[in-house]
């Protein structure tokens, strides 16, 4: 198992010490996930945060008519936070997860599970720092991503992807961006093709 990505990660908000290295090890376990397979699913509990050494996943809910809503995506290559992947409310609270995540290509995390990450940050206090930055980053983001649903134009939403998922454009299907988007598919490629021609 490869923990330096995790490390680098980690250090690239706070430098760590080579016996902090050494505690990480025996907590963090590794997996090959392969492209459409499941980290959660709906009516099971979030049992790991994962981070993503490669690959893509989306974060998702199905509502009554069967139609999918993206609500995050987590990749390699990313901004740091941006490669976290879970639900937190489920992970915290033990009760069935309403959400699913899905592998978008063959990928590869490293995961911790609830006990190991509170083990970690009683022993590692500055990791308890980092996934307070990761989290409060992540609640502006979503804050931001709210407030834009009720007042921005589709284009607007459509750019600001860009800017929070730099890398994902190319990367993901159209379906999967408009799904996150809350638009359709065909009126994605017209933005697309709106913008390609202004």
């Known amino acids: 198992m490869n923990l330096q ?4 990660h ?13 505690l990480l090890a025996p907590r963090i376990t590794q997996r ?11 009516g099971f509990p979030c049992k790991q945060y994962s981070f993503t ?15 999918e809503h993206n609500l995050q995506f987590a990749a390699d290559n990313d901004r740091p936070e941006a490669r976290w992947i879970a639900d937190i409310g ?3 609270s033990g009760r ?15 995961q911790i599970e609830k006990q190991d990450l509170y083990f970690l940050y009683l022993n590692i206090p500055k990791l308890d720092r980092i996934f307070k930055v990761i989290m409060e980053n992540n609640y ?12 921005s134009t589709a284009q607007e939403r459509y750019l600001t992807f860009l800017e929070q998922y730099p890398g994902l454009a190319v990367r993901l299907p159209n ?5 996150y988007l809350g638009i359709t598919p065909e009126f994605l490629s017209k933005i697309r093709k709106d913008l390609a021609s202004s």
């Open 10 to 22: 980690f250090e690239s908000y706070m430098p760590f010490e080579e016996s902090e290295k050494q």
């Open 175 to 179: 379906t999967q961006i408009a799904s």
């Open 140 to 151: 502006v983001e979503l804050q931001n991503r709210v407030l834009q649903t009720i007042s």
């Open 90 to 92: 489920s992970f915290h």
């Open 5 to 8: 990505p995790l490390i680098d």
């Open 96 to 110: 069935p997860s309403r959400l699913f995540i899905e592998a978008i290509e063959p990928s590869v995390v490293l």
């Open 53 to 67: 050494v490669e690959g893509c996943f989306r974060l998702f809910a199905v509502d009554q008519k069967g139609t």
């Open 32 to 42: 090959s996930i392969r492209r459409r397979q499941t980290l959660l699913q709906e």
